[in-house]
């Protein structure tokens, strides 16, 4: 089978070389000419070029390129397609992706496998990135059953874990996991670097150790994905928001009131939910 | 040189471990006679009782109990000292203890080693724990200088990196890099699990990845720990949570009203500072 891969970064071009190593037959396209280059040379795909239409022979076209970008690129793309060519994407927010994409294109199912690394670029691509990570599928009431299966098939392929639910509860979801703690974290550095005494300043840099490392990692991560985050998935994100408010508000308040064994209460609650989310991730 | 360690749980039984191979002889005191029989059986301590006076012969003691007990337990203990004893402790907030205890002993300095596992009690004790290590000694102008030198040589032996500060400033910096992230993580797990909706709980909780799981490490932590910070440091605590939710109103602000040029820069000022505080830790 042609899978077609538009956008060679780090998810396009890990995608291209565990497809590959699973036998499907790769076609690359990025708009850099160089980036074609070293997919080829790194094994990331077996054909690549700049010129879109290279995909009119693929089966399945997974759209690769950062968020902003996909729905033109989908635009672009299908001057070029069969109507029977299935579509895909990787984008990290999937209402908006998948209200505008669908009424467009029948064969089109919405998709986020959730990995990645701190690195971005073909450069960065690795084998079985996907491997044990979720890969959550936003079909609608409309989605032919013949494109989820084919992409489902595909995504089994990878080793990830598949998920199926809506483009809405994906973002809800995904706003409390994913784009709130980008925002907490991000606000954490923020007021530490907001402390006016340069010799204080100074010695909490010198004294961070794992505990600030950790809780610091996504807020000082890469700054156009947490503007995409919160431009894509502004709407939840904002909820998520005023609710983690409204729970620092409340931990304020017990400590001001010096109100110690409902803190206590608290922070146990807290060591007896974590696990419910990270255990095996 | 004798030294005597005052409680054998992670941080005690790790000092023991180190100054043994250094050459020093180390005598430990636990309220439990289990835990003393263990501390000698895993080569913490040359000699171990639930003896206070055990110390007498000691000419360095390290109070290595939970915080809530440090000044407790040096007014038990001075009751067996030669006034010439050097001690100081290891509590993770130092002015309330050094306020409390200075006055008392003046052969006293309070430290601060800033290294720790999630793990904790003597079997969880390793050497080399404090290596490359930040441990913060907080002299006051009335501490004499042998006090000083003499702990200060125990700190290179460890092979921890030396920093002098007063309490005060100890207090406030360790209230932003460390209280601080904790209490920001605690939100983070508290706003998450107050979605009501149950199936959008469960697919956070499937979906959640890297991000979350090292947002909320510390937030999921030792419950008595956490209360202890917020106890302890209450006024630089609720300093820094005023000012991050300031930041975080600030960024929430961004969102709302769409200024994705502000929302960048803040992330991108985020991204350039944060290595200044995590590089080498």
Redesign the interface.
Known sequence: MNIGILGLGLIGGSLGLDLRSQGYHVLGVSRRESTCERAVALGSVDEASVDISLLAKAEVVFICTPIGLIIPTFKQLIAHLPSNTVITDVGSVKAPIVNAIAPLWANFIGGHP??GTADSGIEAAMRNLFKN??Y?LTPLASTPTATMTVVEKIVRDLGATL?H?SPE??D???S???H????????????????TDQ??LQ??????????????????????L??MM??YN?TA??N?????????????N???Q?D?AA??Q??????K??????DG?
């Open positions: 959730m990995a990570k979720p959550v998920h639910c509860d994906h809800r979801a995904v409390w996991i994913s709130l703690p980008v925002m907490v974290s991000a606000s954490l550095i923020a007021a530490c670097m907001s402390e010799n204080l010695l909490a840099q010198k004294f961070a150790s794992s505990g600030f490392r950790d809780t610091s990692r996504v807020g000082g991560g890469n700054p156009e947490g503007v919160a431009r502004r994100l904002l998520s928001l005023q609710q983690y408010r409204h729970n620092l508000d409340k931990l304020m017990l400590i001001e010096e110690w803190l206590e608290q922070l146990q609650s807290n060591q939910a974590r696990p419910e989310f990270v991730c």
